[in-house]
């Protein structure tokens, strides 16, 4: 089992930045993040799927496109969630998930591993 733990959020104001990461115990081939904000069901927000050891595939949910962006550093088992231009509406629990297998990566049952979330606040 892949332990994995989210580190980096907290409370920032609206056009500010946050950087996620999420430390990994072991390896997945595609890493996403979530996000689940009170009351609403847990949401795609970024994949990276590997493509080769150097080379690899990201998606993002419309809402995030252009202000998101994920990363991965395979060497140290880490992923990232640069975070920028933030909204109120992006206020929610995030978390970070892995998969033993490739492919989109937008749904919660494609991954067999997750983190216990970290909060990230954005005030208006």
């Known amino acids: 089992q892949v332990q994995l733990v989210e580190s980096g959020g907290g409370l920032v104001q609206a056009g500010g930045s946050l950087r996620l990461s999420c430390a990994a115990s072991?390896?997945?081939?595609?890493w996403g993040w979530f996000r689940q904000a009170p009351g609403k069901e847990r949401e795609f927000v970024a994949v990276v799927s590997r493509v080769t050891w150097s080379d690899a595939s990201t998606r993002y949910a419309d809402s995030v496109k252009g202000r998101f962006t994920i990363s991965r550093d395979n060497d140290k088992n880490t992923v990232y969630l640069q975070m920028n231009s933030l909204r109120p509406e992006d206020t929610a629990v995030y978390y970070c998930?892995?998969?033993?297998?490739?492919?989109?990566?937008?749904?919660?049952?494609?991954?067999?591993?997750w983190g216990q979330g970290t909060q990230v606040t954005v005030s208006s």
């Open positions: 072991g390896r997945a081939v595609t």
């Open positions: 998930a892995g998969s033993i297998r490739s492919g989109f990566g937008g749904t919660i049952d494609f991954y067999d591993y």
